[in-house]
């Protein structure tokens, strides 16, 4: 799209650094006769400048090419006992390239080292760069710009040249030049001294390291598995591997825009084309990755930089979309969004497949579309993202468009479950809507499962793998919640089964995770090699033939065997992240259908297998969701250890998962205590996270006003939390949430039960009892039972029968997958519908009271929920009064009094808390 | 304001000074203004008193007034005015000295700069450290100019610097701060900041300049550069001088309050009736205020007066080409051609021709050929982008609109051109973007506001009331080709409101009575109106309106005659219940 003036696209120019990884080149093959040239004593020694030649011309860390300092520097890592000569070679060489009959001698002589066409008639001996080779094609290229080079051209690479050698020798250590100055200096002793030179800066790097680990940006030499900082611990397993990463971010982001470049050349080289765009394909995946805890301001002042540099370089302003997009700001992402997409016209960058003849000068303007209309999702305004979408639909059938229109169907199915659907009912009746063919007759959910099942089509016709693979994940989703209905029913109806079908979800999770094994290796080559080259750059204070190091040399070879590792897989990030958002999917269907182990695991793989390819805040679910498993099954103490790991690990990520989880946390812990204005303050807190437009963080909010109820409840304030109740269900009720309904009408019959009009309960907890059957929640029908067990039971003791019947039928799911409050909960009514059975007498089988009332009590201490304990310790004593165990009677009883003296003066006790937030 | 005389005497005093030290266009502008001026009539004959070009009598005979005029400028701080002054600085250097200038001063103005600053190098002379810096200064400009082709890269140009520029600003700054800098050297200075970036401290320096050689119209005009919102241009702190207004009337206008610098200018012509310059800045600012009958006579003017003039012509093509003027399109076009064919303003004169003619791919040329001529030329990145959205090639305009915008973000036509052509494309919720970005630039224009609200109006969206809104801003806002009324009638019509569509369509009936203007909006407003009488039963007013649409021919007067028909029967029924 060369509006602008046209001109000859020159892909490659000449700098002084590709000057100088010539020079090695000759180094590496000079025309000699022997099997290892002369400077090289092995040829291992041989093969490492091989590969760091290789890794020079494909690494894609920054968009700078390096100085000479920063080159030696890398040199004399890999060089070994070479590296003198190397250094000396290479500076003596550049310096010698003074005027521009240098030069062609220069590329004369370049051009010898090059075998012919035909590579058989060579000899065996001699060493010949093999033109077809990586390193052999980047020689020609060279050569083949310098032949088209103008003299100019030729002017400027002698000035950059001298400026390049001149800045090098300006800021080495003076010991340095001395060594260039003085050929006699013993090679050994000048060897010796700078590695012990490095040893210093080694171990500076070490104390620094322990000191501010954190602040300071030492990524360039991993030490993570330096000494006794061994991570034993899961969760820091996971942090171990990304914090190098976001170091090294920053440190390329400082040293590019820290560098002294005043108005000359210096070190202001751009990478090729192709590195560069490996480079910011990287630092994409990288935001999308860290989300707002991506440094901003250096990023967005390279990318200033290199906007500058290469105006043509349209990717650069998507890439500022995107750090603007993470860091929310609207305005910016807006602008800069625009503006990618009227240079590139949609044909630079995203996964671009070249439209067929004939369409071509149109640009793909659908893509500007979805793009937006996912902006617009990102920030919260489903109104206008269904708009763009809508739109981007409308535009890609027109340009028959057919990847586009995949992605954006999914898109808008991803926007219609993520956000309450009441409010969209002018769009999908207005003539334009993709499925408006279908007939208006289906309701809104129907219609997405429509949208769903056509995009999956659509998908797989064109194989776009991924895009099958998060369908199924979002067809996962969609099952978790819906009841399965008949799209269209005619006929007889008797089919028709009103459940949830858990075998779908996961046969839909499996096929998703499934599609992504059969990925290879599919269009993230460049990107993968860059990436490979750059971590074996970084990677080159491994020696091999130094013998200085020894003593640690065993940690940092592990350490880097783990980087190795976790590199240069085959499988693009992207797809890792489907997989890993697949885990996170199992874990919530586990959590609804209430297994908890299951659910336990599923998270636990996430976070160890996962967390290093996700972006933080999946990670961050990942990790909220353990805590949160912890405080129900293991109590508050351990939960908030976990939580202030999690807290450091994710400080950087505002409004998170984990503070979210935080919050539910200490609401729960002040429920329990009985500290009510403390639970009140902070379930008001929850609610304040949540974005004030409607439709929006639907999920956040009915979490927070069942907590407010909740709260009421606590409070004894029973109209007022029926009042919230029945709003929230109403709220419920209008976007659909039928599973979160199933929690509300269960609250309700919880607040009837306990302002002791348990007639009216048991409606709302056969209403949850049904629902809960509908959607197979296990878990919340066990509970459910078990409140409808309770409210039997305060009708009158003849109902005990039914209701300890009730409790046992359910005892299984309680036991075996409750929480602790669930299980003392159980056990509590078990032993009280024993006691007012008439039939039941306490002292032919005192352990059938006994001993549940022994284990509720020591989970609710446990979990410090005081009322309930005090409840316990109260039937207890009554149980030991009766048994006339006068002793244990008056232990229990000490321990109910404990108990009711914590809830009744909950703020003597709850300083500790409120100190955690 | 200061006296005509004393205008005069300082402005020719400044064109000496200015071309003394190779500021040509700044001496240029002067010499202009000065021209400008009208004559005193008792002291000429009234035969020179207009256009005094070429009469070297007259010349000489200012140059005698010169030596005894001792008027010193009323306002502003008197610096070199005064004519001692100049005898102090013109006869006070050594003669060797005098002869290292006058050599550098030759090199300057044969364009060999480093030469000149290399005579100058140890010149402690103000004059000569002036045309030193300035000489190095342009060379380090034209090396960048030359490098900027040289390097291109793979990915469009690099960035080139002025490599002169760190030097010279260490060098000025020690000036300055041993205060020995004259309000010369300070232009450089200023000049040196701008590139490089540090606008504030530029901004104060070109301050310092210019209030203490007001006349040098070069450092204005930096400084208007560097005032880009109001704010920085209140908070300059300038001295009161007529060079003042100058500088505040071409600010208005850069900042678009096109009403204040258009009263500026006449304020300013009082002084300067027959500045060239004036005439040409009132057309662009009635231009942008749309008069382009106005804008037209001025130009007419403009060229008897001064037939090779190039600058600002652009605009005047663009004006003939809005009222069609095919012949004197491509007269202008010839002329400027035969004049300097190497100049943007000429290639997009011929571009505007050939987009005229209906031949867009070669008015696409000229345009290319203008942009590479001056590659941040606004007017022809924009209009490039119009020929390309007549090409249907709308990529490529959407490409030209946005390098318009680019380079100025506040070319409201632009950000149209980008809703145009997004809407042609079939997406009208993303041109509204650029729509709200051109109403929001210039919120007085119908046109932008009809745009915004036919993009509304579409068939996609089908957002009645926010085209309601739009449609109602642009009927505020003198709405030339009267669409908004109409559009505003049928819209509620659409939607069901009678009453007002009755409004508007009564509204829009006045507006076409007073412009006299006929068509079958006229028709279909009486149609409209009638049948609305008729069914709220006010029958005397329906049946004017039935008899005005007697006097068209077709099918509305059978419809009004049977309309009347109608009405007189429900009259008697109401007259006479049966």
């Known amino acids: ?917 | 304001m200061a006296s005509k005389e004393t205008c005069r005497t300082e402005l020719r005093y400044a064109v000496r000074h200015l071309s003394d030290r190779g500021l040509y266009s700044a001496s240029k502008w002067a010499a202009e203004q000065l021209m400008g001026i009208e004559q005193d009539p008792s002291k000429h004959t009234p035969s020179h008193t207009r256009f005094q070009r070429g009469s070297s009598s007259i010349r000489r005979r200012f140059r005698t007034a010169d030596s005894s005029a001792s008027g010193t400028p009323s306002a502003g701080v008197s610096y070199v005015t005064t004519p001692s002054m100049i005898g102090v600085e013109d006869y006070d250097y050594d003669p060797i000295d005098n002869d290292f200038y006058l050599l550098g001063k030759s090199y300057f103005d044969c364009r060999e700069y480093r030469r000149a600053a290399h005579v100058l190098r140890d010149q402690t002379g103000k004059k000569a450290v002036f045309l030193r810096c300035y000489a190095l200064y342009l060379a380090g400009e034209k090396r960048k100019e030359e490098e900027m082709i040289e390097l291109e890269g793979p990915l469009g140009k690099s960035d080139a610097v002025n490599k002169e520029l760190g030097s010279l600003e260490r060098e000025l700054s020690t000036l300055r701060k041993n205060g020995t800098i004259d309000p010369f050297a300070l232009y450089v200075y200023g000049l040196v900041l701008k590139e490089k970036g540090s606008e504030n401290l530029a901004r104060a320096i070109l301050t310092e300049s210019v209030n203490s050689y007001p006349w040098n119209w070069s450092a204005w005009s930096e400084l208007q550069a560097l005032c880009t919102t109001i704010e920085s241009l209140n908070s300059l702190n300038l001295n009161n001088h007529y060079m003042k207004d100058f500088f505040l009337a071409n600010a208005y206008h850069e900042l678009r309050m096109h009403n204040e610098s258009l009263s500026k200018y006449e304020y300013l012509q009082g002084t300067f009736t027959f500045s060239n310059y004036i005439q040409a800045q009132i057309a662009k600012a009635q231009y942008n205020l749309r008069e382009f009958e106005q804008v037209e006579v001025i130009f007419e003017e403009l060229l008897r007066n001064d037939p090779y003039r190039i600058e600002d012509m652009d605009m005047y093509s663009n004006v003939l080409y809005a009222k069609e003027c095919f012949s004197a399109l491509s007269y202008l076009a010839h002329r400027v051609f035969l004049t300097d064919k190497y100049r943007p303003e000429s290639c997009c004169i011929v571009g505007n021709y050939y987009s005229l003619k209906g031949q867009h791919e070669k008015s696409v040329m000229y345009f290319r050929r203008a942009l590479k001529l001056n590659k941040n030329y606004l007017t022809a990145w924009t209009l490039m982008g119009h020929e390309y959205v007549e090409m249907k090639n709308t990529s490529a305009a959407v490409d030209a609109y946005r390098r318009a915008v680019d380079i100025n973000p506040c070319d409201y036509r632009a950000w149209y051109g980008l809703g145009q052509a997004y809407e042609m494309m079939g997406m009208p919720f993303y041109a509204l973007h650029y729509f709200k970005k051109s109403v929001f630039l210039q919120p007085n224009d119908s046109r932008l506001w009809i745009a915004m609200a036919q993009c509304y109006e579409t068939e996609q969206l089908h957002m009645l009331e926010e085209a309601i809104k739009c449609y109602k801003r642009a009927a505020n806002c003198n709405d030339r080709e009267a669409i908004a009324l109409n559009q505003l009638a049928k819209l509620h019509l659409e939607l069901g409101r009678s009453e007002e569509a009755a409004l508007y369509y009564k509204r829009d009936l006045e507006r076409m009575e007073a412009e006299e203007r006929e068509g079958p909006n006229m028709v279909e407003a009486l149609m409209f109106l009638a049948r609305h009488c008729q069914t709220k039963k006010r029958f005397d007013e329906a049946e004017v309106y039935c008899t005005r649409l007697l006097d068209y021919t077709g099918p509305e007067k059978e419809t009004a005659k049977s309309l009347l028909r109608g009405i007189r029967y429900e009259r008697d029924v109401e007259h006479f219940p049966s």
Not at chain 1, 78 to 90: E, R, V
Not at chain 1, 624 to 648: D, P, R, T
């Open chain 1, 1 to 917: 799209m060369a509006t602008g003036i046209s001109k000859s696209p020159v892909s490659f120019t000449l700098t002084p650094h590709k000057i100088s990884i010539c020079i090695l080149v000759q180094v590496y093959a000079p025309p000699s006769q022997n099997s290892t040239p002369f400077p090289f004593s092995s040829v291992s020694q041989h093969n490492r400048l091989g590969i760091f030649i290789l890794s020079l011309t494909k690494v894609s860390e920054g968009i700078f090419e390096p100085t000479l300092d920063e080159l030696i520097a890398q040199l004399s890592e890999i060089g070994g006992l070479l590296n003198h000569w190397l250094n000396d070679h290479l500076t003596r060489r550049l310096s010698s390239l003074a005027s521009p009959d240098d030069l062609f001698n220069f590329f004369t002589d370049l051009r010898g080292i090059l075998g012919g066409s035909d590579a058989n008639v060579m000899d065996d001996d001699q060493i010949m760069l093999d033109p077809n080779s990586n390193i052999g094609m980047f020689t020609r290229r060279c050569l083949l710009a310098f032949n088209q080079m103008p003299f100019e051209g030729i002017c400027h690479l002698l000035t950059n040249i001298g400026t390049y050698c001149k800045d090098a020798l300006s800021s080495y250590p003076p010991c340095g030049i001395s060594n260039l100055d003085d050929p006699t200096d013993d090679p050994d002793a000048s060897l010796e001294f700078e590695n012990m030179e490095m040893e210093n800066f080694v171990y500076e790097k070490v104390s620094d390291d322990d000191d501010e680990e954190s602040s300071m940006g030492i990524g360039r030499i991993p030490f993570h598995g330096h000494g006794s900082k061994a991570f034993s611990e899961l969760i820091e397993d996971g942090a171990s591997s990304s914090r190098p990463r976001l170091e090294h971010m920053d440190t390329t982001a400082l040293s590019s825009s820290d560098m002294p470049r005043g108005i000359g050349f210096n070190g202001t080289f751009l990478h090729t084309n192709w590195q560069v765009q490996g480079y910011l394909s990287e630092q994409a995946n990288a935001i999308e990755k860290l989300g707002s805890s991506f440094p901003l301001n250096a990023f967005e002042s390279t990318l200033r930089k290199l906007q500058k540099l290469a105006p043509d370089l349209h990717r650069v302003h998507f890439l500022r979309y995107l750090n603007s997009l993470y860091h929310d700001d609207y305005p910016g992402a807006l602008e800069n969004l625009h503006r990618y997409f009227d240079y590139s016209a949609g044909t630079e960058g995203l996964e671009y497949v070249p439209p067929p003849s004939g369409c071509s000068t149109l640009g793909r303007y659908e893509s500007a579309l979805l793009c937006l209309g996912m902006m617009h999702f990102h920030f919260g305004h489903p109104k206008q993202a269904l708009e763009v979408l809508t739109e981007a639909v409308r535009v890609s059938q027109q340009y028959s468009d057919d990847t586009c229109l995949a992605y954006t169907l999914v898109a808008i199915s991803n926007l219609y479950s993520e956000i309450g659907i009441s409010k969209m009912s002018r769009i999908i009746g207005s003539s334009s809507w993709p499925v408006a063919g279908m007939g208006t007759s289906l309701s809104a959910q129907q219609q997405l499962f429509v949208l769903l099942q056509r995009s999956l089509k659509r998908a797989e016709s064109y194989k776009l793998k991924r895009l099958v693979a998060s369908i199924h994940l979002e067809i996962a989703k969609y099952d978790l919640t819906h009841v399965q209905r008949p799209l269209l029913s005619f006929g007889p109806k008797a089919s028709l089964k009103l459940r949830t079908c858990p075998p779908n979800v996961h046969k839909e999770i499996w096929l998703s995770s499934h599609l992504i094994n059969e990925f290879g290796d599919e269009s993230s080559v460049m990107t993968t090699e860059g990436a490979f080259c750059t971590a074996w750059l970084k990677n080159l204070k491994n020696p091999t033939g130094s013998l200085i190091f020894t003593e640690e040399n065993e940690n940092r070879l592990n350490s880097n065997v783990f980087q190795f590792c976790a590199q240069p897989s085959s499988v693009p990030g992207s797809v890792l992240q489907l997989l890993g958002s697949s885990y996170l999917v199992r874990a919530a269907s586990w959590e609804m259908y209430g297994s908890a182990p299951l659910a336990r695991m599923n998270a636990l793989v996430y976070a160890t297998c996962f967390a290093d390819s996700s972006s933080l805040s999946d990670a961050a679910l990942a990790y909220s969701k353990l805590i949160q498993h912890l405080a129900v099954y293991k109590g508050y103490k351990e939960a908030f250890a976990a939580l202030k790991i999690a807290e450091e690990k994710f400080l950087c990520v505002s409004k998170s998962r984990i503070l979210i989880a935080k919050l539910q946390l200490l609401h729960e812990c002040a429920l329990h205590r009985g500290h009510l204005k403390l639970a009140q303050q902070l379930c008001d807190e929850l609610g304040v996270l949540a974005s004030p437009v409607t439709g929006v963080d639907l999920e956040l909010k009915t979490e927070a006003s069942l907590r407010h109820a909740r709260t009421l409840l606590a409070a004894n304030q029973y109209s007022q939390a029926a009042a919230v109740a029945h709003s929230l269900f109403c709220m419920c009720y209008k976007f659909n949430m039928q599973v979160q309904n199933a929690t509300v009408l269960l609250l309700l019959a919880e607040i009837h039960k306990r302002s002791g009009n348990a007639v009216l309960g048991i409606p709302y907890a056969l209403a949850s009892l049904s629902f809960c059957q509908s959607f197979n929640l296990d878990l919340l029908k066990a509970s459910a039972t078990l409140t409808l067990a309770e409210l039997w039971l305060s009708l009158g003791s003849n109902h005990a029968k039914k209701a300890l019947a009730l409790l046992h039928g359910s005892f299984p799911m309680l036991l075996g997958h409750g929480g602790l409050e669930l299980r003392s909960r159980a056990f509590i009514m078990e032993a009280k519908c024993y006691l007012a059975d008439p039939s039941f007498s306490v002292q032919d089988d005192p352990d059938m009271i006994l001993e549940p009332l022994r284990q509720a009590s020591e989970e609710l201490q446990h979990l410090e929920y005081h009322e309930l304990a005090s409840e316990a310790f109260y039937l207890l004593a009554i149980v030991y009064d009766k048994l006339g165990q006068l002793d244990d009677r008056e232990e229990a009883a000490s321990s109910f009094k404990q108990h009711i003296t914590a809830f009744e003066n909950p703020q003597e006790v709850d300083n500790s808390l409120s100190n955690t937030l």
